[in-house]
């Protein structure tokens, strides 16, 4: 018989086209299925209170407790976001003057001392860029407390939708795929757990550090951190150029801000880059290049939803790709160092 299979190339062609074609449709979509897939996310994490509550309370009463616990976690942290940038704003406007001092004073330096590329850049600074930045900002965060709102009525109906998805699923002799179901909710859950602690502990971190330099700002800097920690590789770089930024302003020599911001990034390695890795150990180990590559893919198609989501929808397809034969030794390959992979499993 005559081979009818497609040729190699033209089935990676096809391949790499249809991956573009369901980009597209993600970002086209974005407003159904951004907040589609954080409800999955979020089910996937308060799915053990849900279960807990049904044993005490009737099924319907035992999701309302559940939603109300979610939305309000999220609003709160949402909340303390908007109140720290709030504030910093608040603060960058009166001291619009003194920005605008500050970097004359840097470019003036940075010439002197033959800088001239870095000179040019401050030389273009213009304080308004900063108070719009930060205005837009906090108008994203706006996006997204709207955003929750939509997410949390997909958050009802799959609260509804996971034991009878359940059973569909075993009827149908689907017991792989319900494992997998089971391990990816399983590693939201740790993620978040971890990222969780690890966002407190960089907060603290980056009070302290603030309070100790006499910093103004230093409780809604070390807010913004904690917030902000949740967004891998985008946030902690946005919490700690934006407080060094501002003790630039602040102080009279840069000293100061040159020591806070070594200080901050030191936080940031010694809880990011140490740490963090050392208390999720291998179970969630991913290649730190998949993981950057999904942040900033997820928060080009999705804003800043796309950014917090993108490490979960990662975490969700290498944990099916670990219980699918065929892509089994890809997640293997794209994972963390094998030799800890197999002690963290013994």
């Known amino acids: 018989m005559r081979d009818e299979r497609i040729p190699t190339p033209l089935a990676m062609l096809l391949g790499i086209s249809a991956v573009f074609v369901i980009l597209l449709a993600l970002y086209l979509g974005r407003s159904l299925f951004a907040p589609v897939f954080f409800a999955i996310f979020i089910v996937a994490i308060v799915w053990p209170l849900q279960d807990a509550m049904e044993k005490k309370l009737p099924r319907v009463l035992a999701m309302l407790v559940t939603v109300v616990v979610a939305g309000g976690v999220m609003v709160t942290l949402a909340s303390l976001v908007l109140w720290s940038l709030n504030r910093a704003v608040l603060w960058a406007i009166a001291n619009a003057a003194a920005f605008q001092a500050a970097y004359v004073q840097m470019d003036t330096w940075l010439q002197g001392h033959g800088l001239y590329l870095a000179s040019e850049f401050v030389h273009n600074f213009d304080p308004r860029w900063l108070f719009a930045a930060l205005q837009r900002l906090g108008a994203g965060l706006q996006y997204v407390a709207s955003f929750v709102v939509i997410a949390l009525v997909f958050v009802v109906l799959g609260l509804l939708e996971v034991e009878p998805t359940r059973r569909k699923l075993v009827r149908a002799n689907k017991v792989e795929l319900v494992a997998a179901c089971r391990a990816a ?7 978040m757990v971890i990222r969780a602690v690890m966002s407190l502990a960089t907060g603290l971190g980056v009070w302290a550090l603030t309070y100790a330099f006499g910093m103004d700002l230093a409780m809604e800097w070390g807010v913004t951190a904690f917030a902000l920690n949740f967004i891998p590789f985008l946030g902690p770089l946005f919490a700690t150029m934006l407080p060094t930024l501002f003790a630039i302003v602040q102080f009279d020599n840069f000293v100061i801000p040159i020591a806070i911001f070594i200080g901050l990034n030191v936080v940031q390695f010694l809880i990011g880059s140490y740490l963090e890795p050392r208390v999720a150990g291998d179970r969630l180990s991913i290649s730190p290049f998949l993981v950057l590559f999904a942040v900033f ?36 390959l794209l994972s963390g160092d094998p030799a800890r992979r197999a002690r963290a499993n013994e």
């Open 185 to 191: 909710a399983a590693k939201f859950q740790r993620y």
């Open 297 to 332: 893919m997820w928060s080009m198609l999705w804003g800043i939803a796309g950014a917090f989501i993108g490490v979960p929808i990662l975490i969700a397809a290498m944990t099916f790709a670990e219980h699918h034969p065929t892509a089994r030794n890809w997640a293997q």
